[in-house]
C-alpha cells in the first residue's frame, strides 16, 4: 500500500521545511510513503528546498494557475506514480502532520473513500469570529448541497483512496475544497470526517483577500457544483425564486 502526501504551494520557502519536518515518516498498513509538491508559478525558491529536503515528485507550473489546479495536478501526478492513498495538506504547516495517520486509517479499513479533516474551528485562536461563522455557514450549505454530514467543509486536510481521487474532478479556479464534497456525495462516494488538532499560524492565509471575496467566490462554487449535479432542480429552484419575486410586484 503506497502513500502519497501532496501539498500545493505557491512561494512558500519560508514555511516547506517545516511542513515536510511534520510529515510522518511510517504508517501501520502502509508500506511506502512518498512526498509531492506543486509548485504553482513560485518566484521564491519553493521547489529547490522541496528538492534539498528530498521530496520525491515536483510538479511546476510556470506561472500561477491557482489552487483548484494545482490539486489536480497533484492528484494527476500521485495517480500516475502509483499512489493507492493520496493526502493533501497546506504548506503552511496548518495542520499537524501526525493527523495523518487518522486520515487514512478509515481508507485502510475499508469504511470510507474521502475523510475530511475536522479543525477545531470555534478553538482556533487566529480565526476572527466572523471567519468562525462563515466557515460553519459554509459547511452548513455544502452539507445540503452533497446530502453528507461533514462538519468543515473548507478544510483541506484530506485523503482520497486511488478510486475516489480518479473519479474527481475540479472545474472551477478557485478551490477544490467545496466541490469535491459535492462531486462525492453526489457520486454516492464513502466520506467521513474525522477531528484533527491544528498548529499555530505561520502565515495569513493567501487564499482570499477579503471576508466578501471568500463569501462570494464560495458561493458561486457551491452553486456550480450543485448546478452540475442537480440541473433540474437548480432550475426549478431558480425559476421558483423568480416566480415569486414577480408576482410580488403585480
Not at 502526501?5 to 514555511?15: D, G, L
Not at 512526498?35 to 518566484?43: A, F, N, R, V
Not at 462516494?189 to 502565515?203: D, F, G, H, Q
Not at 463569501?215 to 429552484?237: C, E, G
Amino acid at each position: 500500500m503506497k502513500l502519497i502526501i501532496q501539498i500545493p504551494c505557491y512561494n512558500e520557502a519560508e514555511t516547506l521545511e517545516v511542513t515536510l519536518n511534520d510529515l510522518p515518516k511510517h504508517i501501520d498498513g502502509i508500506d511506502e510513503i512518498e512526498y509531492l509538491i506543486i509548485d504553482d508559478g513560485s518566484t521564491d525558491n519553493t521547489a529547490e528546498v522541496a528538492k534539498k529536503w528530498g521530496v520525491h515528485y515536483v510538479v511546476r507550473f510556470r506561472r500561477n494557475k491557482g489552487l483548484a489546479k494545482g490539486f489536480m495536478a497533484g492528484l494527476d501526478a500521485c495517480l500516475r506514480n502509483g499512489a493507492d492513498i493520496i493526502v493533501n495538506t497546506d504548506a503552511d504547516n496548518q495542520y499537524c502532520g501526525a493527523d495523518i495517520e487518522r486520515l487514512v486509517r478509515p481508507i485502510l479499513d475499508g469504511e470510507a473513500h474521502v475523510v475530511i479533516g475536522e479543525r477545531p474551528i470555534d478553538e482556533t485562536e487566529h480565526f476572527s469570529p466572523l471567519k468562525k461563522k462563515l466557515q460553519h455557514l459554509g459547511s452548513w450549505v455544502v452539507r445540503v448541497a452533497s446530502k453528507t454530514d461533514i462538519p468543515d467543509a473548507p478544510s483541506g486536510f484530506r485523503a482520497y483512496s486511488r478510486d475516489a481521487a480518479l473519479r474527481i474532478n475540479v472545474i472551477n479556479d478557485y478551490t477544490y475544497t467545496l466541490e469535491t464534497i459535492v462531486q462525492a456525495g453526489r457520486d454516492k462516494m464513502a466520506i467521513k470526517s474525522v477531528p484533527i488538532r491544528t498548529n499555530p499560524e505561520l502565515r495569513k492565509s493567501r487564499l482570499f483577500h477579503s471576508m466578501w471575496g471568500y463569501v462570494k467566490k464560495s458561493v458561486l462554487t457551491i452553486m456550480r457544483a450543485y448546478l452540475m449535479y442537480r440541473p433540474l432542480y437548480f432550475f426549478m429552484l431558480l425559476g421558483g425564486i423568480i416566480s415569486a419575486v414577480g408576482a410580488a410586484f403585480l
